[in-house]
């Protein structure tokens, strides 16, 4: 299936549910904080390095070498750093409610 007839909701709903399948709450809850760390973690990787590939070069940049897609993948590299230090508070919790250390 090419990438523009995939369904990624359907699909990362069906990951979840059998991450969580038979788990009891704070356990289901450290699987998706998990997820979710890993998740954000890789994204911020993702768009750090194509943020990085696309940086503007002040005076060698010319109209033809324009990357008109770096702000977008510096904007999401900024939103996905918010979020790696929240799902890491949110994975530290639910680690707490299961009854592990991290």
């Known amino acids: 299936m090419s990438s523009p007839d995939r369904d990624y909701q359907r699909e990362a709903d069906g990951l979840v549910d059998r991450l969580t399948e038979s788990l009891a709450p704070g356990e289901a809850a450290l699987a998706l904080a998990v997820l ?9 990787g993702l768009s750090r390095g194509e943020a990085s590939a696309r940086l503007p070069r002040g005076a060698e940049r010319s109209e033809g070498n324009d990357q008109p897609e770096w702000p977008v993948w510096a904007q999401l590299q900024n939103a996905s750093r918010a ?3 929240q799902a890491s508070t949110c994975r530290d919790l639910a680690a707490r ?3 592990r250390r991290q």
Not at 36 to 44: D, E, G, M, Q, W
């Open 97 to 99: 409610l299961a009854g």
């Open 83 to 85: 979020l790696v230090l």
């Open 36 to 44: 979710v760390s890993r998740a954000v973690t890789r994204l911020h």
